[in-house]
């Protein structure tokens, strides 16, 4: 019996133990990424779509950032955003933008898995050009799936 009560404690705490899932560093060009929206401008609620500004690059580094999400719940993802993005920056989480890797791609630009935090990646290997960036931009709003946050 004492043997049974100590294989029933290893079981629970191999089950209770929180799995991660390992992604590896090259990003799969049909991996899912999402973009985090955190101001109303990013998206248009009305006409339910993504505005380029979502995908406009850090002027100052030429970075922009996305998570991978491949595997993760709809919870899982808003947890994410919450715990990464609105706790640290006190901002409000309105919704993502969805993209395959491959639409991403195309755009010649190329995504940099960081790993840091967890799940996140950059979109890297943008021209100079503000102009150049906004014709990008645009192709890959157009290319985003909105999802909102309500």
Do not use: C
């Not at 049974?4 to 133990?17: D, G, H, N, P, T």
């Not at 719940?73 to 890797?101: D, M």
């Not at 755009?107 to 979109?123: E, G, L, Y």
Request: proline content about 5%; aromatic content about 8%.
């Amino acid at each position: 019996m004492k043997y049974l009560k100590q294989l029933l404690i290893a079981f629970k705490e191999y089950f209770s133990k929180k799995k991660t899932i390992t992604l590896p560093d090259e990003i799969n060009s049909l991996e899912p990424l999402g973009r985090y929206l955190l101001t109303k401008s990013q998206f248009s609620h009305q006409k339910k779509r993504v505005k380029y500004t979502a995908f406009m690059p850090n002027p100052n580094n030429l970075e922009l950032s996305v998570f991978r999400i491949s595997g993760l719940s709809q919870n899982k993802i808003w947890e994410i955003g919450e715990k990464y993005l609105t706790k640290n920056l006190e901002r409000t989480l309105y919704g993502i933008a969805r993209i395959i890797a491959l639409k991403v791609t195309d755009n010649k630009v190329q995504i940099k898995s960081d790993n840091n935090p967890p799940r996140h990646a950059n979109i890297v290997g943008w021209p100079n050009e503000k102009s150049e960036q906004k014709l990008i931009a645009q192709e890959l709003a157009a290319n985003a799936q909105l999802e909102l946050k309500i």
